[in-house]
């Protein structure tokens, strides 16, 4: 009963804090790398200047609307990709709770 007693207790532990720091460490690279992808940051740093560094009137006319586009396209991948790993997060926290909802339900039945 000791060594059951202890394979659980130290299954909970493991699961729910040792194996959560690897996780949420590994959720926050993939959002860093989806992040240097969509290169966000330099959209906005670059968002009134023009082009290609040109000063004529066609590139400035362009540019806004461009980085615009650039900026809202890439917002929604981070946005998406931020849902998407926190629903994974939320998954793998419910997931050990699944055998034992199984056998709840199937005892009502």
């Given amino acids: 009963m000791q060594i059951f007693k202890?394979?659980?207790l130290g299954?909970?532990?493991w699961?729910?804090?040792e194996r959560q720091f690897d996780l949420l460490r590994s959720i926050?690279?993939?959002l860093n790398?989806?992040?240097q992808r969509t290169r966000l940051d330099v959209?906005?740093?670059y968002l009134f200047v023009p082009l290609y560094q040109s000063r004529s009137a066609a590139s400035l006319v362009f540019s806004l609307p461009a980085r615009l586009f650039m900026l809202l396209f890439g917002g929604v991948v981070q946005l998406?990709?931020?849902a998407i790993a926190i629903i994974a997060w939320i998954t793998y926290i419910l997931l050990?709770?699944?055998p034992v909802v199984l056998l709840w339900l199937w005892a009502l039945a």
């Fill in 80 to 82: 998406i990709g931020t």
């Fill in 43 to 45: 959209s906005i740093r």
């Fill in 96 to 98: 050990p709770l699944l």
């Fill in 6 to 8: 202890e394979f659980l």
């Fill in 15 to 17: 699961w729910y804090f």
């Fill in 33 to 35: 790398g989806l992040a």
């Fill in 11 to 13: 299954f909970w532990i």
């Fill in 28 to 30: 926050a690279g993939v």
